[in-house]
């Protein structure tokens, strides 16, 4: 059974830092990512990063946000600086299945919130 367990949400003031983190179990993961959603907003893709390291980001977060990875941990982690009211949201881990290609799994989601 493939679980993804997050941590690591909280609130902070605008300009703060925050780590999220997310621990994978049950199969051999590929791409790894962090999506958010935002009230009244569909969820996007934050940023994603293959096994090998490879990382892309969505153009609002780059040069604030790093993604990295633990491959023997099967975890990934979103650090988040100079972070604005506009990144308030809930934040979702994703992965994908290295076995059974086609099947996706998300985390339950963690609360990021920013105050001006």
């Known amino acids: 059974q493939v679980q993804l367990v997050e941590s690591g949400g909280g609130s902070v003031q605008s300009g703060g830092s925050l780590r999220l983190s997310c621990v994978a179990s049950?199969?051999?993961?590929?791409?790894m990512a962090w999506y958010r959603q935002a009230p009244g907003k569909q969820r996007e893709l934050v940023a994603d990063?293959?096994?090998?390291?490879?990382?892309n980001y969505t153009d609002s977060v780059k040069g604030r946000f790093t993604i990295s990875r633990d491959n023997a941990k099967d975890a990934v982690y979103l650090e988040m600086s100079s972070l604005e009211p506009e990144d308030t949201a809930v934040y979702f881990c994703?992965?994908?299945?290295?076995?059974?290609?086609?099947?996706?799994?998300w985390g339950q989601g963690t609360q990021v919130t920013v105050s001006s």
């Open positions: 994703y992965a994908a299945d290295g076995i059974s290609l086609g099947r996706n799994y």
């Open positions: 049950g199969s051999i993961f590929s791409t």
């Open positions: 990063i293959t096994r090998r390291g490879r990382t």
